[in-house]
Structures are given as C-alpha cells and as structure tokens.
C-alpha cells in the first residue's frame, strides 16, 4: 500500500523524495502486492476501458480492498506497460516488411521517411 516503512539505513544517499523524509530517519514507501484475484480483476477492466477514473475507481477500489490510489497507480502504470508492448509489435511488424525504424522516430515520422523514398520514374 501507501504505508511507510519503519527506519531504513540513515547513510543512504539518496535524496528527499515524496516518500522519504529529510530527516536522519529516512522512511521508504512499502510496494504494493497484489492478489492474484486482484490483478485479474484489473486485467479485466483494463480490457473493457484504459482509463478508469471518478467513481468507477472508488467502486472498483472498494470492490477490491485497494485505496483509490493504488488502482490509480496501477492503471498509470499498465497504461505504460500496454504502450511499450503496441511500439514493440509495430516495430516487429515493420521489421517483418524490412523497414528499419529509427530508434527516436515515432509512427508518423516514419510514414513521412517512407513518402520521402518513393521511387518515381518519369
């Protein structure tokens, strides 16, 4: 959850963050584990609709013994996680047709560089 741990390690060099206080006693923010009836509930409604805000997510969040902020996070953080995986299979799709995309390109530049290189014979 949202909890914070009891002291860590007071020579630790990292940084004051929204979770960790200036002081000597430095407080780490515990991961969340989620059940498995859990993640396959979030899944599901992952499926049906990427965002899920208002009180959806409070119903949700409700329905699955979370905080509102954890089904946040999580959505924010499978949203990425679906992002990742939809550029991974465009790009193998594309190397399938032997287009080579450059690493910074996104898909429209690449649209724009295979307009570019169209062969005309006049």
């Not at 990742?84 to 690493?103: D, N, T």
Request: hydrophobic share 35%; aromatic share 6%; glycine share 6%.
């Amino acid at each position: 959850g949202l909890e914070l741990s009891h002291c860590v390690g007071t020579n630790s060099l990292v940084p004051a963050g929204p979770w960790r206080s200036g002081g000597p006693c430095k407080m780490k923010r515990v991961r969340t584990v989620f059940k498995p009836e859990q993640l396959e509930r979030l899944e599901q409604e992952f499926l049906k609709q990427q965002y899920m805000v208002g009180t959806e997510r409070v119903d949700l969040a409700a329905t699955l013994h979370l905080t509102e902020t954890q089904v946040k996070v999580w959505f924010q953080n499978r949203r990425i996680k679906w992002r990742k995986q939809s550029m991974e299979q465009k790009a193998a799709k594309l190397s399938q047709f032997g287009v080579i995309q450059p690493a910074t390109a996104d898909s429209t530049d690449i649209k724009d560089h295979e307009e570019d290189t169209v062969d005309v014979e006049l």
